[in-house]
C-alpha cells in the first residue's frame, strides 16, 4: 500500500495579502492535521525562513514557495524558486520564463485557472499564453472553497483534461489559498506520495486531491504510485477509499458511493465501491474519481486522482 501525506500547498501570510503570521499558520496547519504546507505569499519569499524554522520545531514539513502573481496569472513555484524574478513575467516570455525557473530546480503549478479574482487581486482567471507545459509540474484541479463543486473548478477540470489530451502530464492539486485562519467554507486536501520529498513527488505526479478521503489503488494486484506508466492492454483496477480525516467527514456529511475511471486511456466506467473494474486500456491517459455526497448535495466529486499514462509499445 503506497503512503500518502495531506498537504496545503497555497497558503498567505501577513507578509502579502493573508491575516496569518507564520507562526499562527504553522499551529493552524498542525491543528488541521496537515503533514506540511507550502508557504506561497504573494511575490514574495520574506515569510519563508521564519515558517521553515516554526514548521522544524513542531514537525511540519514547509515548502519554500512564491505565488507568482500577474495581471495575466498566477502561477506557485515551489522548492528553489527565486531564479526567475516575477518583475520579469509578461505575455510574451512566460514559456522563457517557466523554462527558466523549472531548470533550475522549481515545481511549477498553475493557480487556480478559471477563478474570476476580486476587485483586490488581478489575474486569477489564467490567460499567461503557456504552451511548454513540460515545464509546469502541478495543476490546481481544485481551489477555495467547496471545490468539488464551484463553477470555475468544473471549468478547470475541463481544461486539465483537455491538457491531459495534448499529452501534458500534470499533477493534479487543491489550493485553498489560504489567507485567513477560520475557515468560513469547507476545504478540500492534496495528498501526496512522499513527506519528506513532496516537490518530487508532485513533479512525478504522485497525487491525489480530496474532500477528507484517503485512497489506495493496486493495478493487477500492485500497488501503483498516480502519474506511473502504464502498458496498453488489459488492467484490472482495485480502488479502495477510507475516511483518512474522519472528523472532517462528519462534519461535512462526506459519503463516497462508488468510483469512476476517466480520460483518454478508455471509455468512462463507473463502478460501486469495493467492486473490481477490468478495463481494456489503450494509449492515453486514466485518471480516477470517487463520487458520493457532501454538505447534502450528492453525486459530487469528492477525491480526483493524477493520472496513469498508457503507452503502447507494441
Ligand atoms: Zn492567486
Ligand atoms: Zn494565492
Known amino acids: 500500500m503506497n503512503k500518502y501525506y495531506p498537504f496545503e500547498l497555497h497558503c498567505h501570510t501577513f507578509h502579502s495579502d493573508g491575516e496569518m503570521s507564520p507562526k499562527t499558520l504553522v499551529n493552524a ?8 504546507i507550502a508557504v506561497t505569499d504573494h511575490n514574495t519569499v520574506s515569510a519563508v525562513d521564519e515558517t521553515v524554522a516554526l514548521g522544524k520545531e513542531c514537525g511540519l514539513k514547509v515548502i519554500r514557495g512564491i505565488e507568482w502573481t500577474t495581471f495575466f496569472g498566477h502561477i506557485t513555484a515551489l522548492g528553489n524558486n527565486t531564479a526567475v524574478d516575477w518583475r520579469e513575467i509578461d505575455m510574451q516570455n512566460i514559456d522563457a520564463i517557466i523554462e527558466k525557473a523549472s531548470k533550475a530546480g522549481a515545481v511549477l503549478t498553475v493557480a487556480h485557472p478559471k477563478r474570476h479574482g476580486s476587485p483586490m487581486c488581478k489575474g486569477c482567471y489564467m490567460e499567461l499564453p503557456i504552451t511548454k507545459y513540460q515545464y509546469i509540474s502541478g495543476f490546481e484541479v481544485w481551489s477555495q472553497k ?38 468560513d467554507y469547507s476545504y478540500a486536501y492534496t495528498f501526496i506520495g512522499d513527506k519528506d520529498e513532496p516537490e518530487r513527488a508532485i513533479k512525478s505526479g504522485d497525487t491525489f486531491v480530496s474532500a477528507g478521503l484517503g485512497l489506495d489503488v493496486k493495478v493487477d494486484g500492485q500497488s501503483l504510485p498516480f502519474g506511473s506508466e502504464l502498458e496498453a492492454g488489459k488492467h484490472v483496477f482495485e480502488i479502495t477509499v477510507v475516511n483518512f480525516f474522519e472528523d472532517f467527514c462528519s462534519r461535512y456529511g462526506v459519503i463516497p458511493k462508488g468510483v469512476a475511471l476517466k480520460g483518454s486511456s478508455c471509455a468512462e466506467r463507473v463502478a460501486a465501491l469495493g467492486e473490481k473494474l477490468t478495463v481494456n486500456c489503450s494509449e492515453g491517459y486514466l485518471r480516477i474519481e470517487i463520487f458520493g455526497d457532501m454538505e447534502g448535495a450528492s453525486n459530487l466529486t469528492l477525491a480526483l486522482a493524477s493520472p496513469y499514462y498508457v503507452i503502447d509499445r507494441r
Do not use: F, M, Q
Open 146 to 183: 467547496t471545490p468539488n463543486r464551484e463553477g470555475y473548478n468544473l471549468r478547470a477540470i475541463e481544461l486539465y483534461d483537455s491538457l491531459l489530451c495534448k499529452g501534458n502530464r500534470l499533477a493534479a492539486v487543491y489550493g485553498y489559498d489560504w489567507h485567513r485562519e477560520k475557515a
Open 29 to 36: 496547519s498542525k491543528k488541521r492535521g496537515y503533514t506540511g
